[in-house]
């Protein structure tokens, strides 16, 4: 009975979540359709080119077999900082949900998985938004270091299982599927992933905008405020606000954009606990690693630019 509460009260705040943003999009329309333009011109023109190669060759490599080969965390990682978020979650909630990790392992690895891509912190935030090539990477390099600190705190606190290597794969599981089957179940995939990140990035873009139109964001009449509390939702928005709305040094810049960046915005974190979806991974602990590794990589920018800049 008391599961048939909690799933109940589940429903129903979903229900009115779900009816609040129809009535918003019925109440400001131009916003709601400037929003999903805008989302979806940027997932057409960055996002999708950017994660569709990575998505393919991880669902396939995942299909034949391949990634549960490898026990450490290297592969993840890779193709996390390869590819950029949510990469790093997709992941893990494969090797997951095939019961190839268990719950405490699946925590680890996305304590230092989960990361932007370098071509987005350089090309993007550095040389578009801040004007310097050499910012982005100094807020890169701040990221992934903060992100590899991120996994040393997160795997002394959970430990590490020991254990011999997965049994292999037997016929009967991968469904006797031919290599060209494998490979179109996992262009599939990845349109569905991918599809499921676009809703989030219109979502994001339409409540983002909505905010800034009652003022959310003008209680405060600090700058660097402002740009967090617009990089808690959505992690483009405010590094676009660090970059253009505050006269402030480049180091400082640098530092505001790595936490943002290494935060990931509640953005990122709905595309990953879409991707993480029955792993038993929990959007608290989410958060909350998410937020020390943008403390890392902070405390990492400040180091890094006071020898370079």
Known sequence: MGIFKFGKKRILIAGSVTMACCVLMVAFPSIALASARRGISLWASDVLPALLPFFICANFLQNIGIIRMLRSGAFPFAMSVLSGYPMGAKIVGDLRRGGEISLTEAKRLMSFCSTSGPAFMVGAVGAGMLGSGTLGGIIAAAHYIGALVNGILYTRLLGRESGGPPAPISDSKRGGRGMQESFTDAILMSFRSLAIVLAYIVLFMFLTDL???????????????????????????????????????????????????????????????????????????????????????????????????
Do not use: N, P
């Open 211 to 309: 905010f800034h139109m009652s003022g959310l964001f003008s209680m405060t009449d600090d700058q660097a405020v402002r740009a967090l509390i617009k990089g808690f939702f959505e992690m483009t928005v405010g590094c676009e606000a660090v970059a253009e709305g505050i006269s402030v040094t480049s180091s400082v810049k640098c530092v505001l954009c790595a936490f943002i960046l290494s935060w990931g915005g509640l953005s990122v974190m709905g595309q990953s606990m879409s991707m993480l979806s029955g792993t038993g991974v929990t959007l608290g602990y989410l958060m909350v690693s998410k937020l020390t590794h943008g403390i890392f990589a902070a405390a990492a920018a400040f180091l890094i630019t006071l020898f370079v800049l």
